[in-house]
């Protein structure tokens, strides 16, 4: 029989590979049960250290996005209360769950990764009146909103927020000398409050809900936007550092690139691939080393001895 053709070889060898990645991509879709299952990070928002961390969250690494059906969404102040059933959880190298969402539900933009720092849940609600409207509260969802409670901390059924994360009645959280403060706040609707654990607790990203002061803010009432759960694309699970930074190398329209990409990233990144295209030629003599004298191969050899003598007698006869 002839040998098979370079083409068709190139053909072949495409095709194992592409179902090689398939195969890979529905595995990590029925683990997450989300798609895309992985985001590449694109920002410094979420890194602990300048020349990147493993277990944070650093620009360039794969994060994988599991769904936000798949488990309930615990913020840090729960994760930090200790009267909480979820007091002690931790993701990515900091009390409370990471989630990945839509900025003001716009799927357009590049979507966003932070830590959920409070949950705001309604508390007690009304039906409108005859034009639709509420004669008190805030109008959501087709019903009025009188109260709000926020899980991990001492406000239950408020009508406005105020809450210091100073270790009191809730969890502590520094911004340098001081600690993460709201005051009077009334939210649009119930839902997530974020911050970037390396945006120094402000971020215009996250509704201007914080303010990283001290002491009791005053006429800090403004209205803010919580993420609404429908924007929510994914919580962030387990990350693969170093590998999204090939993506950011050819990322173009509003990426930054690989401009926030820690130092360290690109040298490691580079070991991992060398790594990776050595791997085989190391591995190969050891494999073949173990393989000679086991019993297979042993028995595979006395067999092709045997198969080539039959065949010399044939030619004889």
Known sequence: MADKGPVIILVRELVLAGGMIGILVLGMWAHTGSMPPLVVVESKSMMHDSEGQLGAIDAGDLVLVHSPESKTIISYAEATDPNNANYGYENHGTAGDVIIFNRYGDTDSTPIIHRVIISILAERTTVTNSNGTCDEGRLYDGQCILSWTVPGTDQYDVENITLSFDGNDTGMYSCGENWLNASEKVPLN????????????????????????????????????????????GIA?????????????????????????????????????????????????????????????????????????????????
């Open 237 to 317: 699970g387990a990350e693969i550092p170093w590998l999204g930074v090939v993506k950011l190398f050819v990322s173009g329209g509003d990426s930054p690139g690989v401009s926030q990409v820690p130092g360290s990233s690109f040298l490691f990144l580079i070991l991992a691939i060398g790594g990776i295209l050595a791997a085989p030629v190391v591995l190969e003599p050891v494999a073949r080393k173990l393989l000679v004298g086991s019993p297979e191969m042993v028995e595979a050899e006395r067999e092709d001895a045997m198969a080539a003598l039959a065949s010399v007698f044939d030619e004889e006869e």
């Open 190 to 233: 119930p839902g997530y409050i974020t911050l970037g654990d390396n945006n120094n607790c402000n971020d215009s990203a996250d509704q201007s809900f914080f303010h990283p002061y001290g002491g009791v803010m005053s006429g800090h009432s403004a209205m803010v936007q919580p993420i609404k759960d429908e924007w929510v694309i």
